[in-house]
């Protein structure tokens, strides 16, 4: 089991947000990952939105950074940390702007980037940014594979509804090969389909813990998985989460000091068949040296034992 780790003051969900973060500015956080890297996570993962309509704003906040810019700060100042979107919204922005935006990334981080893509949920956003909320499926699909096109081809080409591209070059390409690792989150059949096609990783959201190994194996049984090396991420904080950002005060989302029951978290969710957590903070932490003593325990505690 590989342990990641949120980025703090990143967006200021109702559920998961705790007070002290709104103290912390951009050369705090830097330096929390930096923290982070040392102590040996395996990768930072932060969510984003581009507008929250003001109905929203309670429950969701609007604080959310511009994913890739953020983690291209991240990864100056990180040296092994991996850098991850949970997630970035495929449809709100032009594919190969996208793909320029991560291998640009992963190129300027020596092969640290990971991308994580959602279809989106906030129809008022699309709206405000001109997507048909109602073609954003199809719109993803055919996103990532011209994506992986301008990734991995020296000469890209791709003809699609939404996306047209030829005779042109695009560099640089990433680092990592075959390509930067794609994943998935969210639960409904298509993005499982979507996993089995192009993925390396799916991140549930709402689908219940308990039905994970046959949404793996629904995954697996496609026609279209190619029996790659598949990951799985999912955190026990977002228990506490509701589809539209409720907070659902489920007992098994805060963190605790008790080591062997983090253990026995963590032997569980990888019973499911998950690969890589977030171990969750404990409620009432007070600043950033808070933060800083906690994931210390983590590494020290939780780290060697699993």
Not at 233 to 241: G, H, K, R, T
Request: net charge negative; with cysteine; glycine share 10%.
């Amino acid at each position: 089991m590989k342990l990641n780790i949120g980025v703090p003051n990143s967006m200021k969900v109702a559920a998961m947000v705790q007070p002290w973060e709104d103290k912390l500015n951009g050369a705090d956080v830097g330096q929390l990952m930096a923290t982070a890297d040392a102590l040996g996570f395996n990768k930072c993962m932060l969510g984003e939105h581009f507008i929250i309509p003001k109905e929203h704003v309670d429950l969701s906040g609007d604080w959310y950074f511009h994913t890739v810019v953020a983690l291209g700060y991240i990864g100056g100042q990180t040296k092994n940390l991996r850098l991850s979107s949970s997630v970035s919204i495929l449809p709100l922005q032009n594919p190969i702007v996208q793909a320029k935006g991560w291998s640009t990334l992963d190129w300027l981080t020596g092969g640290r980037a990971e991308a994580l893509f959602g279809v989106g949920w906030l129809k008022e956003e699309f709206d405000m940014l001109g997507v048909p909320f109602n073609k954003r499926g199809r719109m993803a699909d055919e996103y990532v594979a011209a994506i992986i096109e301008l990734w991995t081809k020296d000469d890209p080409e791709f003809e699609g509804e939404f996306v047209n591209f030829k005779n042109c070059g695009f560099a640089p390409k990433p680092i990592q090969q075959p390509r930067i690792p794609i994943w998935f989150g969210g639960d409904a059949e298509p993005v499982l389909k979507r996993v089995a096609k192009f993925g390396d990783g799916w991140s549930p959201f709402r689908t219940p813990p308990e039905t994970f190994p046959d949404c793996i194996d629904l995954i697996k049984s496609q026609p279209e998985y190619d029996g790659r090396p598949l990951n799985f991420f999912f955190a026990l904080e977002m228990l506490n989460v509701g589809a539209h950002h409720e907070i659902l005060d489920d007992p098994r989302a805060p963190g605790t000091g008790d080591k062997q029951k983090i253990l026995d978290q963590i032997g569980w969710l990888k019973q499911l068949g998950i690969t890589e957590t977030i171990v969750p903070l404990p409620p009432g932490l007070t600043d950033a040296q808070a933060w800083i003593d906690r994931q210390q325990w983590v590494a020290e505690e939780i780290m060697p034992a699993i």
